[in-house]
T-cell receptor
Framework: AQSVTQLGSHVSVSEGALVLLRCNYSSSVPPYLFWYVQYPNQGLQLLLKYTSAATLVKGINGFEAEFKKSETSFHLTKPSAHMSDAAEYFCAVTPTGANSKLTFGKGITLSVRP | NAGVTQTPKFRILKIGQSMTLQCTQDMNHNYMYWYRQDPGMGLKLIYYSVGAGITDKGEVPNGYNVSRSTTEDFPLRLELAAPSQTSVYFC???????????FGSGTRLTVV
């Protein structure tokens, strides 16, 4: 079984500040990990994914995440927040293997202050 | 390339009514999924399918049914709608190589 913990439900940063959204996972087998972004009244869009290649993964819109097995973490970062980054962010985990299913965290809402 | 298409986008149902949420993908993906999203709860898996003719229950299947007669289509059926089924429903698909899902734009359902 696998699970994802996203601590807190809301993060607020100033425009230009570092964005750090935390994700910790639990998985009984080596996982694949994902970050998705959801803008208001839209579906989920894949930001980036870890599929057991490089541990530092770069995604769209300047986001990146680092897989740390020892800490069971996959935190999402962006060096400089932009107003357009305001959205809800979901971390998700799936075990490797053909018949795998994504398990999502509860999501974190990111607000960006001018 | 349309990706995953869901219809309708919005729907209001009365308690006890039934309806079908449509989901179609044009990427020839074998794996398809239905999730529901409730505020502060993330997404919960309702049903999934690993190919035409094969479906299985997810985490919250009660009150729903699915079918998968073709690779492209994966409709979700609500029988006897209840207020607890008020939610946003997302359909998703993925290819055989694993990796991320492609999501539809969602159906916002209200049961009154």
């Amino acid at each position: 079984a696998q699970s994802v913990t996203q601590l807190g439900s809301h993060v607020s940063v100033s425009e230009g500040a570092l964005v750090l959204l935390r994700c910790n996972y639990s998985s009984s087998v080596p996982p694949y990990l994902f970050w998705y972004v959801q803008y208001p009244n839209q579906g989920l869009q894949l930001l980036l994914k870890y599929t057991s290649a490089a541990t530092l993964v770069k995604g769209i819109n300047g986001f990146e995440a680092e897989f740390k097995k020892s800490e069971t973490s996959f935190h999402l970062t962006k060096p400089s927040a932009h107003m357009s980054d305001a959205a809800e962010y979901f971390c998700a985990v799936t075990p490797t293997g053909a018949n795998s299913k994504l398990t999502f965290g509860k999501g974190i809402t990111l607000s960006v202050r001018p | 390339n349309a990706g995953v298409t869901q219809t309708p986008k919005f729907r209001i149902l009365k308690i006890g009514q039934s309806m079908t949420l449509q989901c179609t993908q044009d990427m020839n993906h074998n794996y398809m999924y239905w999730y529901r999203q409730d505020p502060g709860m993330g997404l919960k898996l309702i049903y999934y399918s690993v190919g035409a003719g094969i479906t299985d229950k997810g985490e919250v299947p009660n009150g729903y049914n699915v079918s998968r007669s073709t690779t492209e289509d994966f409709p979700l059926r609500l029988e006897l709608a209840a207020p607890s089924q008020t939610s946003v429903y997302f359909c998703a698909s993925r290819g055989d190589g694993g990796g991320g899902y492609t999501f539809g734009s969602g159906t916002r359902l209200t049961v009154v």
